[in-house]
């Protein structure tokens, strides 16, 4: 099998288009019926010396040029119609396009590494923001109150000191509350953020010609592969 065409039949290899006979339909379509095939001035079905016959819009063909409105037919009496419109998207995609298609990868996977690294930069900002802000607040009250004590009561009181050892510690202990649960709330959204966009790089980092997930795996590693493990289809960086 070439990498532009399908065959279609009862026995052909993975990747091609299998028809599955049940309860003894279909048995008149060939082992390997038919092919159809992507050329550069479009795309034509092939019968393969069926015994059934290939039929495109009722009339048997041995090679015909076909577009996807076409009913196409395989067999006789138990005759099996080919989907065609959907049998056509399974149609390896030209080189030109499946080029175009793979190089474009390497701008998905550099967007999804530069977003997921302004995503962990912001939230250890905040993080880091939310626990200093309430604290370096806290500080300041302290400060205040050191100063503002002293002016209503005698500054040789030992009240003076118990007061502002009591406030001060009420005031330390609710920045630091205060900046715990600023500092959840803040990053809480964070793994979401991530695995949102995670979601959305994996739907986009696959084969354009046959869907194959690439996971997580670096744009070099990839492109020193030079192909796509599952279809085989071969791609060139300049």
């Known amino acids: ?90 149609l390896p995609m030209p080189d030109k396009e499946f080029q175009a298609k793979f190089l474009q990868l390497k701008k998905v996977y550099d967007d999804y590494q530069r977003e997921k690294g302004k995503i962990q930069s912001q939230s250890q900002r905040k993080t880091i923001l939310t626990r200093t802000v309430p604290m370096a607040f806290s500080t300041l009250l302290i400060g205040l109150l050191m100063i503002v004590v002293p002016f209503f009561f005698n500054k040789g009181n030992p009240m003076v000191s118990m007061i502002i050892q009591i406030f001060g510690s009420i005031i330390s202990a609710f920045g630091l509350l205060l900046g715990g649960i600023w500092a959840s709330n803040t990053t809480a959204k964070t793994p979401e953020r991530l695995n949102e966009l995670r979601e959305r790089f994996l739907i986009a980092y696959v084969c354009p010609n046959c869907g194959l997930d690439f996971g997580e795996r670096p744009w070099e590693i990839i492109k020193r592969q030079g192909k796509c493990q599952r279809c085989q289809r071969e791609f060139h960086v300049e």
């Open 1 to 90: 099998m070439e990498k532009n065409e399908i065959v279609i039949g009862r026995e052909v290899e993975k990747g091609s288009y299998l028809v599955y006979p049940v309860d003894k339909q279909y048995l008149s379509v060939g082992r390997k019926h038919a092919r159809i095939i992507r050329k550069s001035d479009g795309i034509y079905i092939e019968d393969l010396g069926s015994a059934g016959g290939t039929f495109v819009n009722g009339t048997p063909v041995h090679k015909k040029k076909i577009h996807a409105t076409d009913t196409i037919m395989l067999g006789g009496a138990d005759y099996y119609e080919l989907d065609c419109a959907n049998v056509l998207k399974l």
